[in-house]
Nanobody, 127 residues
């Protein structure tokens, strides 16, 4: 069982930056693939970024087209945390952002691919 707790959301002006953090419980964090999703009012939850375990000792990042060049995902296995650094924020980035985790290295961009979820943190970008 993994518990995830997000932090770092808030209100920011367009063009600004925010850093979201996700703290995970559990002893095998290094073997989990981690993801960030977001959900805007009236819309489906969508993939933002993932930090994936290759099943050995390598990790790699993968981004939605909307996040490429603006968002950076990283992890600290010693602290069991995953971070999403967001810059050049746009009003359309406004959403509740969720941290997600799944054991292993098989995944998809669909929310159903991830087994564990945080409670979400609100990000609001004003124009």
């Amino acid at each position: 069982q993994v518990q995830l707790v997000e932090s770092g959301g808030g209100l920011v002006q367009a063009g600004g930056s925010l850093v979201l953090s996700c703290a995970a419980s559990g002893r095998t964090f290094s073997s989990y693939s981690m993801g960030w999703f977001r959900q805007a009012p009236g819309k489906e939850r969508e993939f933002v970024a993932a930090h994936l375990w290759d099943g050995d000792s390598t990790y790699y990042a993968y981004y939605a087209d909307s996040a490429k060049g603006r968002f950076t995902i990283s992890r600290d296995n010693a602290k069991s945390t995953v971070t999403l650094r967001m810059s050049s924020l746009k009003p359309e980035d406004t959403a509740v952002y969720y941290c997600a985790a799944k054991y292993g290295n098989t995944w998809s961009q669909q929310p159903s691919s991830f087994n564990y979820w945080g409670q979400g943190t609100q990000v609001t970008v004003s124009s």
